[in-house]
Nanobody
Framework: QVQLVESGGGLVQPGGSLKLSCAASRNVYIMGWYRQAPGAQRELVADITVTDRTNYADSVKGRFTISRDFPNNTMYLQMNSLKPEDTAVYYC???????WGQGTQVTVSS
């Protein structure tokens, strides 16, 4: 199974920025970021395909940017203008094969 290593989470004030990274142990077709807040369902934040097609949740459009470094099997999520409602555990996800990272906590608070 593909191994995923996430990094970059932390505590940031509203309006601040964070950059998440996900390193995969092999090439995959799709890489994406999901997030899950306490008591909520896990939801797609953004994903990127092998053809560099990107999709974003409406709540993050214009603020988040997903990118992918194919030679190094690494994906990034640049998060700007962060809001308290962005607070969640962010998970790296891949297809095919399917895999989930352990998650990294993002907290946006004053």
């Amino acid at each position: 199974q593909v191994q995923l290593v996430e990094s970059g989470g932390g505590l940031v004030q509203p309006g601040g920025s964070l950059k998440l990274s996900c390193a995969a142990s092999r090439n995959v077709y799709i890489m994406g970021w999901y997030r899950q807040a306490p008591g909520a369902q896990r939801e797609l934040v953004a994903d990127i395909t092998v053809t560099d097609r990107t999709n974003y949740a409406d709540s993050v459009k214009g603020r988040f940017t997903i990118s992918r470094d194919f030679p190094n099997n690494t994906m990034y999520l640049q998060m700007n203008s962060l809001k308290p409602e962005d607070t969640a555990v962010y998970y790296c996800h891949t297809e095919y094969p399917s895999a989930w990272g352990q998650g990294t906590q993002v907290t946006v608070s004053s």
